[in-house]
T-cell receptor
Framework: AQTVTQSQPEMSVQEAETVTLSCTYDTSESNYYLFWYKQPPSRQMILVIRQEAYKQQNATENRFSVNFQKAAKSFSLKISDSQLGDTAMYFCAFFNFGNEKLTFGTGTRLTIIP | KAGVTQTPRYLIKTRGQQVTLSCSPISGHRSVSWYQQTPGQGLQFLFEYFSETQRNKGNFPGRFSGRQFSNSRSEMNVSTLELGDSALYLC???????????????FGPGTRLTVL
C-alpha cells in the first residue's frame, strides 16, 4: 500500500516570498502520478500541479513548481511570489494505476501574511 | 465546460437514517470517485465507478454504497447513519482513458453531512 507523508502541519510566509512544502511517499510501483491539490476555506479541492513519475523534468505551472526526486521518493512544492489567495490547505497525493485511487497526505495549512 | 457538481451541499440527518448524495461529473468524464474527508482520518477513498461499474473500493463498511448511471452521474448512499459518518464527502471525475491528463481527478465542492 502507498503512503504519503507531509511533515509540515502548518506554515506561514509573508506575501511575495517563496515557500516550499514537503512531501514524501512510499511505493513499490515504478510508474505513477503525483499531484498537489489546494483546498481553500471554501473546501473546493483545486488541482495545483501534476507530475508523471516517468518524466525526469520537474513540472511547473506559473508560480508553482515541484522538485521531484524519484529515488528519494520526494515531491516538494515551491510557490514563488506568494499571494494572499494562496492561503489554503495543500495536499500531496499519489495516484495508483492499479486501483485508480488517490492517496492523500495529511495536508499542510499554508497562511500568507499580508 | 462546467465543473463537477454535487447535491445537496449540506445535509443534516439523525442516527439510523439513510442518505443519498449525488454527483454530476464533468461532461465527457466516465470515471467518478468518492472520498470522505474528516478532521481525524483525513481524505479517504470510498469507491470508484467507471461506465456504470464499480472498479475499485476502499475500506469502508457495507453501509456505504454507490452506483453510476448511463450518463455517468453517480450517487452514494449511506445507510444506518452513525455519528462518525459526519464528514465532507467529495466527488471527483476524470476521463480515465489513459495518460496523466485524462487520469487527473477534478473535484466537486463537496457535500457536508452532519449526523446528530
Amino acid at each position: 500500500a502507498q503512503t504519503v507523508t507531509q511533515s509540515q502541519p502548518e506554515m506561514s510566509v509573508q506575501e511575495a516570498e517563496t515557500v516550499t512544502l514537503s512531501c514524501t511517499y512510499d511505493t513499490s510501483e515504478s510508474n505513477y502520478y503525483l499531484f498537489w491539490y489546494k483546498q481553500p476555506p471554501s473546501r473546493q479541492m483545486i488541482l495545483v500541479i501534476r507530475q508523471e513519475a516517468y518524466k525526469q523534468q520537474n513540472a511547473t505551472e506559473n508560480r508553482f513548481s515541484v522538485n521531484f526526486q524519484k529515488a528519494a521518493k520526494s515531491f516538494s512544492l515551491k510557490i514563488s511570489d506568494s499571494q494572499l489567495g494562496d492561503t489554503a490547505m495543500y495536499f500531496c497525493a499519489f495516484f495508483n494505476f492499479g486501483n485508480e485511487k488517490l492517496t492523500f497526505g495529511t495536508g499542510t495549512r499554508l497562511t500568507i501574511i499580508p | 465546460k462546467a465543473g463537477v457538481t454535487q447535491t445537496p451541499r449540506y445535509l443534516i440527518k439523525t442516527r439510523g437514517q439513510q442518505v443519498t448524495l449525488s454527483c454530476s461529473p464533468i461532461s465527457g468524464h466516465r470515471s467518478v470517485s468518492w472520498y470522505q474527508q474528516t478532521p481525524g482520518q483525513g481524505l479517504q477513498f470510498l469507491f470508484e465507478y467507471f461506465s456504470e461499474t464499480q472498479r475499485n473500493k476502499g475500506n469502508f463498511p457495507g453501509r456505504f454504497s454507490g452506483r453510476q448511471f448511463s450518463n455517468s452521474r453517480s450517487e452514494m448512499n449511506v445507510s444506518t447513519l452513525e455519528l462518525g459518518d459526519s464528514a465532507l464527502y467529495l466527488c471527483a471525475s476524470s476521463s480515465s482513458s489513459g495518460g496523466a491528463s485524462t487520469d487527473t481527478q477534478y473535484f466537486g465542492p463537496g457535500t457536508r453531512l452532519t449526523v446528530l
